[in-house]
């Protein structure tokens, strides 16, 4: 039979104030993670990356934070705005993963409030 | 303008039909992706490829078949065997090497007629 889709976690946050996405990745041997961000109808589009000796990786409006230890990667926005209404992915790639594949989160959909 | 161009935006399949969907990059990357994004879901890799005439199956190969005989080129087949082919489906590419991000299209959304 026809799949059911899964309701996507929802960040709500006003215009002009930071938003935080959280993403939970499976594997400790993952060396490398991306953020992507995705618009109705189009294609995921690079924000920022980060590999597994950094903690921390700063972008334009964007900051990305690495907890090894508990294997939580965050995406932080600052001053929302409304064209950042979108859903956003976290991937990661296995340090033994070879021909560069990613494993995608579900995606969390982060809507911006005027 | 580089990019991933991805054709048609849109495709229908009638019953015991092979559909092929396009994926051109000018990127000069050697990998190349097809994944599948279900509603609300994340992506489901099918295959890729890192270098001419060559690819591999990604976890969810069944009732697909791809060709890469040009750098630029890495065409879909979503065959009949394909029992539910109804999703959105994204190509995408990277530079070889260690680390490095993919870039992707603006999708083909396949539905059954």
């Known amino acids: 039979g026809e799949s059911v889709g899964l309701h996507l976690p929802t960040l709500s946050v006003q215009e002009g104030d930071n938003s935080i996405i959280n993403c939970a990745y499976s594997?400790?041997?993952?060396?490398?993670f991306i953020w992507y961000k995705q618009e109705s109808g189009k294609g995921p589009q690079f924000i920022i990356d980060?590999?597994?000796?950094?903690d921390k990786r700063q972008g334009q409006r964007v900051t990305v934070l690495l907890n090894k230890t508990v294997k939580h990667l965050s995406l932080q926005i600052a001053a929302t705005q409304p064209g950042d209404s979108a859903v956003y992915f976290c991937?990661?790639?296995?340090?033994?993963?070879?021909?560069?594949?990613?494993?995608f989160g579900q995606g969390t959909e982060l809507s911006v409030k005027p | 303008d580089g990019g991933i161009t991805q054709s048609p935006k849109y495709l229908f399949r009638k019953e015991g039909q092979n559909v092929t969907l396009s994926c051109e990059q000018n990127?000069?990357?050697?990998?190349m992706y097809w994944y599948r994004q279900d509603p609300g879901q994340g992506l489901r890799l099918i295959y890729y490829?890192?270098?001419?005439?060559?690819?591999q199956k990604g976890d969810i190969a069944e009732g697909y078949s791809v060709s890469r005989e040009k750098k630029e080129s890495f065409p879909l087949t979503v065959t009949s065997a394909q029992k539910n082919p109804t999703a959105f489906y994204l190509c995408?590419?990277?530079?070889?090497?260690?680390?490095?991000?993919?870039?992707f299209g603006d999708g083909t959304r396949l539905s059954i007629l």
């Open positions: 995408a590419s990277s530079r070889q090497g260690v680390n490095q991000p993919q870039h």
């Open positions: 594997n400790s041997a993952s060396d490398y």
């Open positions: 980060i590999r597994s000796n950094m």
């Open positions: 991937a990661e790639k296995g340090i033994y993963n070879q021909g560069g594949k990613l494993i």
């Open positions: 990127l000069n990357h050697d990998a």
């Open positions: 490829s890192q270098i001419v005439n060559d690819f």
